[in-house]
T-cell receptor, first 115, second 112 residues
């Protein structure tokens, strides 16, 4: 069974640039969620994708957007990067959306640094 | 507003010294309480999910319990390799799916 994978591992960008982060879900999982974790904080929910559609969103501006593909992999896009976007970005996959018992399993994360 | 609070923020134990971590929650429509372990610079590693008050789960030296307002992670006779940040999260319905609302974690250091 393949776990959740993310790429790239690390990324350095400058303010105003755009970035795309990628995630492959665990084998058999059809739902992907994205989280932002600032240093010393718990992860914050960005949004969730199911059947290629956004299925719930946290308090993040529209410059944070995403995609889910037919193979359940996903992308997180961030436009007009700001210094405060520097964080560990985590992807989590789960078996079925809306089900009471749906553990979310996390990938290793992408460390984004905005200069 | 949904809120998850963990205490203490940091905990230093001697090897073999048992203790408990606390996670209190105020959420609408809890759909599960999750515990994760996170090592520095890594993604959270799933430990347990608890779904109803009174439920308990165990794994090696760890035992998680749940009441209607809080959850505890009990660590029995910890070893240095148990050093990590322990995160709890409440699963809450959002849109058509579930989102996790996390606490800020308890940073555990186990010394020889």
């Amino acid at each position: 069974e393949t776990g959740v994978t993310q790429s790239p591992t690390h990324l350095i960008k400058t303010r105003g640039q755009q970035v795309t982060l990628r995630c492959s879900s665990q084998s058999g999982h059809n739902t992907v969620s994205w989280y932002q974790q600032a240093l010393g904080q718990g992860p914050q929910f960005i949004f969730q994708y199911y059947r290629e559609e956004e299925n719930g969103r946290g308090n993040f501006p529209p410059r944070f957007s995403g995609l889910q593909f037919p193979n359940y992999s996903s992308e997180l896009n961030v436009n007009a990067l700001e210094l405060d976007d520097s964080a560990l970005y985590l992807c989590a996959s789960s078996l079925a959306v809306g089900q009471p018992r749906n553990e979310q399993f996390f990938g290793p994360g992408t460390r984004l640094t905005v200069l | 507003e949904d809120q998850v609070t963990q205490s203490p923020e940091a905990l230093r134990l001697q090897e073999g010294e048992s203790s408990s971590l606390n996670c209190s929650y105020t959420v609408s429509g809890l759909r599960g309480l999750f515990w994760y372990r996170q090592d520095p610079g890594k993604g959270p590693e799933f430990l347990f999910t608890l779904y109803s008050a009174g439920e308990e789960k165990e794994k090696e030296r760890l035992k998680a319990t749940l009441t209607k307002k809080e959850s505890f992670l009990h660590i029995t006779a910890p070893k240095p390799e148990d050093s990590a940040t322990y995160l709890c999260a409440a699963s809450i319905l959002t849109g058509g799916g579930n989102k996790l609302t996390f606490g800020t974690g308890t940073q555990l250091k186990v010394e020889l």
